[in-house]
């Protein structure tokens, strides 16, 4: 089982280079969420996706899209990548009970220069 | 909305020793709670969660955490470090309405000395 998979693990850009971060999940959850982790300030909600179909802004989507594509893949695009966005991204699922955790995949490692 | 707090971002423990770590929320509707451990390098993994019923929830790895209402606190602890525990620890609270999300703490980083 494989859970949650993002490609790809490590990425340098350019400054002004785009890219999309790939992320599927086969647990059949709805809901889908794209994070990014920075030292000192934890895991910032870039976009999430509460069901197939439907995408909304987290704490810090400037610089970023996102794309449901079906329910069980949800794509983070940077179309003119910047310095700022250096940093660790995380893809993860949720089921839709309350009651339920996140699964989230192994991270991709992003280098902008 | 809801939030959580970690209190310090480092913490030191020697192998052997108790290990506590700090979570306070807020949250204005029933409280679903998680402890997530990230290993260097990895994802993050689930230690335990906090939903309805018994206050006093046990994980993985020996791991514990105990709902205080009244203190708004789900501190995690464990009896005995051990060197495997070094790792970044995060508190989450999920979200109130349809958004079902998980808000994160800052994180804390434990090391464990020999």
């Known amino acids: 089982n494989a859970g949650v998979t993002q490609t790809p693990k490590f990425q340098v850009l350019k400054t002004g280079q785009s890219m999309t971060l790939q992320c599927a999940q086969d647990?059949?959850?709805?809901?889908m969420y794209w994070y990014r982790q920075d030292p000192g300030m934890g895991l910032r909600l870039i976009y999430y996706?509460?069901?197939?179909?439907?995408?909304d802004k987290g704490e810090v989507p400037n610089g970023y899209n996102v794309s449901r594509l079906n329910k069980r893949e949800f794509s983070l695009r940077l179309e003119s990548a910047a310095p700022s966005q250096t940093s660790v991204y995380f893809c993860?699922?949720?089921?839709?009970?309350?009651?339920?955790?996140?699964?989230f995949g192994q991270g991709t490692r992003l280098t902008v220069v | 909305a809801q939030s959580v707090t970690q209190l310090g971002s480092h913490v030191s423990v020697s192998e052997g020793a108790l290990v506590l770590l700090r979570c306070n929320y807020s949250?204005?509707?029933?409280?679903?709670l998680f402890w997530y451990v990230q290993y260097p390098n990895q994802g993050l993994q689930l230690l335990l969660k906090y939903t309805t019923g018994a206050t006093l929830v046990k994980g993985i790895n020996g791991f514990e955490a105990e709902f205080k209402k009244s203190e708004t606190s789900f501190h995690l602890t464990k009896p005995s470090a051990h060197m495997s525990d070094a790792a970044e620890y995060f508190c989450?609270?999920?979200?109130?309405?349809?958004?079902?999300?998980?808000?994160f703490g800052t994180g804390t980083l434990l090391a464990v000395q020999p």
């Open positions: 949250s204005s509707v029933p409280p679903y």
């Open positions: 647990m059949n959850h709805n809901s």
């Open positions: 993860a699922s949720r089921g839709q009970l309350l009651n339920t955790e996140a699964f």
């Open positions: 989450a609270v999920r979200s109130g309405g349809a958004t079902n999300k998980l808000i």
């Open positions: 996706s509460a069901s197939e179909g439907t995408t």
